[in-house]
């Protein structure tokens, strides 16, 4: 086994301790939901206007418009699968005979398609928990996470637990503009089933 591992090109073994690592976290994760141990939904990651990091949201002020429309791209299982695929695809590619730099740039697309894929999935399974016998004025009283800065007046998104289900849900605020990672409660909702929603420090605070 070693010695297998020492005839193999520097590029490959780089190729296979991306790839082995990713993958055993991948079916981990993978064993996890299928006993419902995991989270229903995924982490990402974020930053506000000013620059400030804030946990579980997108890397930069840029994918708000993919979070606007509903796909996130930078998720943890986003990323684990894009390092999967982009590790077994460089291994498939060095074993056939392709050029160090092809290796590289057939492992980069496919993790990228990896990526833009489990993006899909997670939007569908958020669209699935939100259809169904779900009542959402429910959700009044509820407390959320604004995930997608809400402008005063304007619309955000919010995440919150309604009937035992997780939802991504749009959301307006007439008292001030409410900002990434802020708790809010929700006041009440329209009948396009967007959250009419207050901060929560304020409301705690009256």
Known sequence: MLNWWNELPVTQQIFYMIAIPSTVILLIQTILLMFGLGDGHDADFDADSDGDVLGDHDLSHDM????????????????????????WTGVAALDMGAQTPVAFALAFLSGIVALIVVALIIRASFKLQQSGNLDMQNAVGQIGEVYLTIPKDGHGKVTLVVQERYLEMDAVCHERTVKNGEQVKVVSVTPSNTLIVSPLYETVSQ
């Open 64 to 87: 708000e418009a993919a979070h606007a429309s509903g796909l996130r791209i930078l998720t943890i299982r986003g990323i684990i699968a894009f390092l999967a695929m982009f590790g």
